[in-house]
Antibody
Framework: DVQLLESGGGLVQPGGSLRLSCAASGFTFSTNGMSWVRQAPGKGLEWVSGISGRDGNTYYADSVKGRFTISRDNSKNTLYLQMNSLRGDDTAVYYC??????????????WGQGTLVTVSS | DIQMTQSPSSLSASVGDRVTITCRASQAISNYLAWYQQKPGKVPKLLIYAASTLQSGVPSRFSGSGSGTDFTLTISSLQPEDVATYYCQKYKSAPLLDFGGGTKVEIK
């Protein structure tokens, strides 16, 4: 079975940094595109960032470009999201999502349970 | 940027009713559209992709249609377990994988 397990969330002050991890299992991680999607409390879904499976190309929403960095370690079957210069509006549950194929511009067929990031002083 | 607009933002219907949710793109996106269901307190679940292809395991009462700018998710006979918020998502090209604002479906 496909499993995605996020970790690394927590409380951080504005301007601070946090690194999220997503441990994947049950599929060939190295050939799959992966994304991060977030959901602010009581709000809708917002795609944050994605990384393709084969060539590792990365993509970002305008709201996080220049502050967040997505990466993957195929030897560890793990996806990461390095978040810097965090702001209050980054407060959300962050989901790791598996893309249907190798590229990023495809739907997400599996989602992790999410990890909560709270940015507050 | 291509904007995705869902309507209505919420609806209340009776068990057995036919329910229709609309998603409109500000520019044509061919059939690069997916629908997700998020039950209260749960993780989103893929229902439909390529506008009308049912994801494996999804009940046949769910269907999708449309192409270009106008898309529809239909629940042919609403069931109590369908209470959820439904999101459309365009995926024509990265980095613009935006979701619609969501439609909350409740039982009357």
């Amino acid at each position: 079975d496909v499993q995605l397990l996020e970790s690394g969330g927590g409380l951080v002050q504005p301007g601070g940094s946090l690194r999220l991890s997503c441990a994947a299992s049950g599929f060939t991680f190295s050939t799959n595109g992966m994304s991060w999607v977030r959901q602010a409390p009581g709000k809708g879904l917002e795609w944050v960032s994605g990384i393709s499976g084969r060539d590792g190309n990365t993509y970002y929403a305008d709201s996080v470009k220049g502050r967040f960095t997505i990466s993957r370690d195929n030897s560890k079957n793990t996806l990461y999201l390095q978040m810097n210069s965090l702001r209050g509006d980054d407060t959300a549950v962050y989901y790791c999502a598996k893309c249907i194929g190798a590229v990023v511009a495809v739907p997400f067929d599996y989602w992790g349970q999410g990890t909560l990031v709270t940015v507050s002083s | 940027d291509i904007q995705m607009t869902q309507s209505p933002s919420s609806l209340s219907a009776s068990v057995g009713d036919r329910v229709t949710i609309t998603c409109r793109a500000s520019q044509a996106i061919s059939n690069y559209l997916a629908w997700y269901q998020q039950k209260p307190g749960k993780v989103p679940k893929l229902l439909i992709y390529a506008a009308s292809t049912l994801q494996s395991g999804v009940p046949s009462r769910f269907s999708g249609s449309g192409s270009g700018t106008d898309f529809t998710l239909t629940i042919s006979s609403l069931q109590p377990e369908d209470v959820a918020t439904y999101y459309c998502q365009k995926y024509k090209s990265a980095p613009l994988l935006d979701f619609g604002g969501g439609t909350k479906v409740e039982i009357k």
